[in-house]
């Protein structure tokens, strides 16, 4: 039933962000006037990120889309006119069945990623949907796999310490994470064991918001990270700062990281990475010698050919100390695990016919579309813009481009992908809609229920997939359900006792539960490695063909201190393409507000490399190398380590040229998890002609 009051209402954010925020909507005129922070939420308390306090503008734009639309123009321009629901359903579904039944279920291929963070909107009726299908099954690892994998190798769970007891830490490092930006609750808990006397160490490629804030930026050439968390050990080992006695109780394969570990000796260490000798031995005694140590591990440093061997290797470093013996010590990654619903019950495997279907990586988006065996006929995307935020975009869009793949997207614009689509279908946003929110690094389950009325005649992605599977004529039962059974069941996972006592009427009354931790005390004891101890040498990863003890390996395609770029190399300079302050991956890059808070797709590049060039600060430059190019105003700052170069945020195509930063970026899996390597990408820049300058000079921000 939709609220129809005005007033002020509990809400969730939505977005895939680690804070998942509680929020206050006020309602005036059926309008939503404001947003705030929800005071009431036990850690997120009231305060909220800027992009999110405008999120009304984005909510309640004008372009958001109203009605179904079918393309009449070529693929690509945005020609669409109006259809009816029922023109539209009928239309998806005659198309899935014949292509279904002339290529096979498995040329239907979902594409979707966490553009909504509700469990009903991404793990719900579109999971069953596809089941009964018989689509193509899509792996999910556009994002974290690769960490998570390597942090798996050595913890056996995918969770880490309670964020909110990093308040007790004495020093805190925040290691290929830009947290000021992107988790800025840790930031908070962060300034709480500050005041206590708490030092904050940055560990990363730029020198980001969360370095200028920290109290000591440690700087490093992209994808060295194992080099340095080996070379930390090798310290530790060497100095006798190791917990001994932790070693031999709840860890394997002490003795052989101890001797791996010999084989990074600090010089060593420091020509990988860049990071001075002293800096090393400092950040290690530090660390070795903290009373309470906590690790926060981000996204960044995993986004690489080696990035579940960087997170593996970090993840053995509150071993050697003994961290995790202590409230607050120890290290997060991602606290997903802890979560995990009844999949079964939300996602109904059962209705899939083809137990076996294939699984299509996401990341490798741009190779699915070109496969002429068993090739992808139909595409069917929502909460994600994969011409925006997939890599090797220009094949992407080329493989959007084929006239015989059949394209729907459920989306709130008409995003770059939209474009490309044969029907548009106009979503809800999430405050219009019932839906169950957790976090992946705090411990809080979250309801929301609508508070606004959805324009025109949008539908939301539990009603899509409900619809379509009754239109499709697939089981009665599992298309009827109500978002509240649902919920009811997905909660309802005697195999999570991390879940106990969490229930619909408790969060429909409470707003917000608390995880149940209990399972979680003596966790050393009880870890689900083969050896049931913390894998300092990891026979799973042995199993796999990989090092089972933490090494380090170059980039495919990239530089260290090392591995320097021949004077011939066409494509020297590092590139790395993190997110924005004021995006939310490519979600509000189409908000005027949101576009001059970040005043445009920019390079930022060092003196050096700059001046090599002869760019100058707000030039227009080519950034190009065998993928493609784009078009970026350059900001020469020093940053970055000379060789690397640096553009935040994932803009989409813009009046002035190519500028989507995925044209650049690689299609090659990480080392574990088949993640993406997004940062593990070398350029060129060329200052572009004097006629195709602008007029004016940009500021850095
Ligand atoms: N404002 C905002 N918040 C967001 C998002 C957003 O788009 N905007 N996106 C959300 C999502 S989906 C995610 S996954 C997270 C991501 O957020 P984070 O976990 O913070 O990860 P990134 O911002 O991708 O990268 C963090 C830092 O790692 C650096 N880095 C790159 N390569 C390396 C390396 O080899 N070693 C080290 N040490 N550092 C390196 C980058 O330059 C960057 O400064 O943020 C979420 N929150
Ligand atoms: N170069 C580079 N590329 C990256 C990254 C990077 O750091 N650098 N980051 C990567 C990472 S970590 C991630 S997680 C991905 C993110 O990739 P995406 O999840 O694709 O990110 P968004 O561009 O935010 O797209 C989400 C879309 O979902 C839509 N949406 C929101 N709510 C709903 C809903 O309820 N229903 C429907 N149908 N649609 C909805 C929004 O309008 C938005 O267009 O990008 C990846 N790509
Ligand atoms: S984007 Fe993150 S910080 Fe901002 S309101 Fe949402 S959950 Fe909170
Ligand atoms: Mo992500």
Request: glycine letters at 8%; hydrophobic letters at 35%.
């Amino acid at each position: 039933m939709k609220n129809i009051q005005d007033g002020v209402f509990p809400a969730v954010c939505p977005l895939d962000c680690p804070d998942t925020c509680g929020l206050l909507l006020h309602k005036k005129d059926g309008k939503l006037v404001k947003i705030e922070g929800n005071p009431e939420h036990p850690v997120t308390k009231g305060a909220i990120c800027n992009k999110v306090r405008h999120a009304g503008e984005w909510t309640q734009h004008p372009d958001r889309l109203t009605q179904p639309l079918k393309r009449v123009g070529p693929k690509g321009e945005g020609a669409f006119v109006p259809i009816s629901w029922d023109e539209a359903i009928a239309e998806i579904a005659r198309k899935l069945r014949s292509v279904s039944e002339e290529f096979g279920s498995e040329s239907i291929l979902p594409y979707n990623f966490y553009g909504n963070m509700g469990f009903l909107s991404v793990e719900g009726m579109n999971r069953r949907f596809f089941n009964a299908l018989g689509a193509s099954r899509l792996e999910l690892t556009i994002c974290a796999s690769a960490g998570n994998e390597g942090w798996k190798h050595t913890m056996g769970f995918k969770g880490g310490l309670n964020p909110e007891d990093t308040v007790n830490a004495d020093l805190i490092i925040i290691w290929g994470a830009n947290i000021v930006s992107t988790n800025m609750h840790q930031v908070v808990l962060a300034e709480q064991a500050r005041k206590r006397g708490a030092k904050v160490i940055v560990i990363d490629v730029h020198r980001n918001r969360t370095a200028q804030w920290g109290d000591w930026f440690i700087q490093l050439h992209p994808g060295t990270d194992s080099a340095l968390a080996l070379g930390i050990m090798h310290i530790l080992f060497r100095d006798k700062l190791v917990d001994e006695d932790f070693l031999v109780r709840y860890t394997f394969g002490h003795e052989e990281l101890r001797q791996q570990a010999q084989m990074y000796p600090p010089q060593t260490v420091s020509d990988i990475t860049g990071v001075p000798v002293d800096d090393l031995e400092q950040l290690a005694r530090m660390y070795g010698e903290a009373n309470v140590s906590y690790i926060r591990i981000g996204n960044g440093l995993q986004h690489h050919d080696n990035g579940g061997m960087n997170v593996r290797s970090i993840s053995c470093l509150p071993a050697l100390t003994g961290q995790w013996l202590k409230k607050g010590g120890g290290a997060l990654k991602y606290n997903g695990a802890y979560n995990a619903l009844n999949a079964r019950a939300l996602e109904r495997p059962k209705l899939r016919p083809n137990p076996r279907a294939r699984s299509i990586n996401m990341n490798r988006l741009a190779q699915a579309l070109e496969m002429t065996e068993q090739p992808v006929k139909a595409l069917f995307v929502f909460c994600s813009n994969p011409v925006v935020v997939a890599p090797e975009a220009d094949r992407v869009r080329a493989g959007m481009q084929r006239e015989d793949l059949f394209t729907v997207v459920h989306e709130l614009f008409m995003t770059d992908t939209a474009k490309y689509a044969d029907i548009v279908l106009p979503s809800t946003a999430s405050f219009e809609n019932t839906d169950l929110y957790a976090s992946y690094w705090h411990h809080y389950m979250q309801l929301q229920e609508p508070v606004l009325e959805a324009p025109g005649e949008c539908k939301s992605n539990f009603e899509l997939f409900s619809l379509l599977g009754r239109a499709m004529g697939f089981d009665e039962e599992a298309f009827s359900q109500s978002e509240d059974e649902m919920i009811r069941e997905a909660l309802d996972n005697p195999a999570n006792p991390y879940l106990n006592g969490v229930t619909l009427e408790r969060l429909q009354a409470e707003r917000h539960v608390k995880l149940d931790l209990t399972a979680r005390e003596n966790f050393l004891d009880k870890l689900p490695t083969p050896s049931g101890k913390i894998e300092l040498y990891s026979s799973t990863l042995k199993a796999e063909g990989l090092s089972p003890l933490p090494v380090y390996e170059p980039l495919k395609e990239g530089y260290d201190g090392v591995r320097r770029p021949r004077a011939d190399d066409p494509y020297p300079l590092n590139f790395i393409s993190p997110p924005n302050h004021n995006f939310l991956n490519g979600t509000f890059a189409n908000v005027e507000k949101h576009q001059r808070m970040e005043k445009g797709p920019m390079l930022q590049i060092h003196p050096l490399d700059a001046e090599a060039r002869s760019i100058r600060d707000g030039d227009r430059v080519k950034v190009y190398n065998a993928r493609g190019e784009i078009v970026l105003k350059a900001v020469v700052t020093d940053k970055m380590l000379p060789g690397t170069a640096i553009s935040q945020g994932l803009w989409w195509e813009g009046e002035d040229g190519p500028q989507r930063v995925n044209v650049l970026t690689p299609d090659r899996l990480s080392d574990m998890g088949r993640g993406a390597t997004f940062f593990s990408t070398t350029i060129q820049v060329e200052k572009l002609k004097l006629e195709e300058q602008p007029e004016t000079v940009v500021q850095e921000s």
